[in-house]
């Protein structure tokens, strides 16, 4: 399991080499689904060219980014092609209607349970939390993104508390155990 749940993106360097380290090849050859779906009103709309960056920067190439709205869903075979899938932010509720109305939920968790890489951002890691009823149940807590004080870096101790805090230069790294839960940035 490889997902990065994450405020504001790839803000960091430690989160840019955690990022890279976490896809394990070159990355000219990784291949990337931009999801820009939650951006649907002026300021998450605004956001769309940072976010599209982090992939950039990271030596992901322009040509190898597929952005897909989630008007439709898409299957299981065609989504095992990307090694990475980038939620942007916006609005969680319409974000989290989309994903569950096209069946994107079943999609992208069973991507995920096959060592799929996902990196939320703001919304895009919302709904993978407790915050809203039907969310996609990866992580059992409610999760608080751009907070001007976030949770220490480390370790997540089990059981999860009520609320993981993440500030915009922090990420939550979700891996399958033993590594588990980590604050990173």
């Known amino acids: 399991m490889r997902v990065l749940l994450t405020s504001a993106g790839l803000e960091t360097e430690e989160i840019q080499k955690y990022f890279v380290d976490m896809t394990g090849k070159d990355m000219s050859l990784v291949k990337a689904l931009f999801?820009?779906?939650?951006?649907?009103?002026?300021?998450?709309?605004?956001v769309l060219p940072?976010?599209?960056?982090?992939?950039?920067?990271?030596?992901?190439?322009?040509?190898n980014i597929k952005v897909?709205?989630?008007?439709?869903?898409?299957?299981t075979e065609e989504l095992q092609q990307y090694d990475v899938v980038y939620l942007c932010g916006g609005d969680?509720?319409?974000l989290l209607?989309?994903?569950?109305?096209?069946?994107?939920?079943?999609?992208?968790?069973e991507y995920i349970q096959a060592d799929g890489l996902v990196i939320g951002v703001s919304a895009g890691s919302l709904i993978f939390c407790n915050n809203l009823s039907g969310n996609l149940g990866l992580i059992d807590t409610n999760l608080a993104v751009h907070c001007a004080e976030g949770d220490r870096l480390g370790k997540v101790a089990y059981p999860v508390k009520d609320s993981i805090r993440l500030?915009?230069?922090?990420?939550?790294?979700?891996?399958?155990?033993?590594?588990?839960?980590?604050?990173i940035g």
Do not use: W
């Not at 897909?68 to 299957?75: C, F, K, S, V």
């Not at 209607?97 to 992208?108: H, M, P, Y």
């Not at 891996?175 to 839960?181: T, Y």
């Open 92 to 94: 969680t509720s319409y």
């Open 167 to 183: 500030t915009d230069t922090s990420a939550l790294a979700v891996r399958a155990f033993p590594d588990g839960l980590e604050i």
């Open 97 to 109: 209607e989309r994903v569950n109305a096209t069946g994107f939920n079943k999609t992208l968790m």
């Open 50 to 63: 940072k976010c599209m960056n982090d992939l950039l920067k990271c030596g992901i190439q322009d040509k």
């Open 68 to 75: 897909h709205d989630l008007h439709i869903g898409m299957e």
């Open 35 to 46: 999801i820009p779906t939650a951006a649907i009103n002026a300021g998450a709309i605004a």
